[in-house]
Nanobody, 119 residues
Framework: QVQLVESGGGLVQPGGSLRLSCATS????????MSWYRQVLGKERELVAD????????NYADSVQGRFTISRDNAKKTLYLQMNNLKFEDTAVYYC????????????WGQGTQVTVSS
């Protein structure tokens, strides 16, 4: 059974930091490219950052470049998102996504974790 379980969300003040985790099981994590997306109610889900299966190449949305860092631990089958200098506009539900390198149509999503930036 495939599982992607996000954690680490919560309420934080502007300028603060959070570290999200996405613990996975049920698929060959090291053969999947991993991503973080976020979604605000009423808006489309948007890409925050992605990472190749080896972790050697990353890509960030302009809005988070320089503040967020995506990383992975293939031994622990876990994806991370370190979020620093958080802003009000970072408030959203954050989702992790796995996409197979061998079959790009094989995609798995987590259930999401809420991040709220508020003073």
């Amino acid at each position: 059974q495939v599982q992607l379980v996000e954690s680490g969300g919560g309420l934080v003040q502007p300028g603060g930091s959070l570290r999200l985790s996405c613990a996975t099981s049920g698929f060959a994590f090291s053969t999947y490219a991993m991503s973080w997306y976020r979604q605000v109610l009423g808006k489309e889900r948007e890409l925050v950052a992605d990472l190749t299966r080896t972790g050697t190449s990353t890509n960030y949305a302009d809005s988070v470049q320089g503040r967020f860092t995506i990383s992975r631990d293939n031994a622990k089958k876990t994806l991370y998102l370190q979020m620093n200098n958080l802003k009000f506009e970072d408030t959203a539900v954050y989702y992790c996504k796995a996409q197979s390198w061998l079959n790009i149509r094989r995609v798995y999503w987590g259930q999401g974790t809420q991040v709220t930036v508020s003073s």
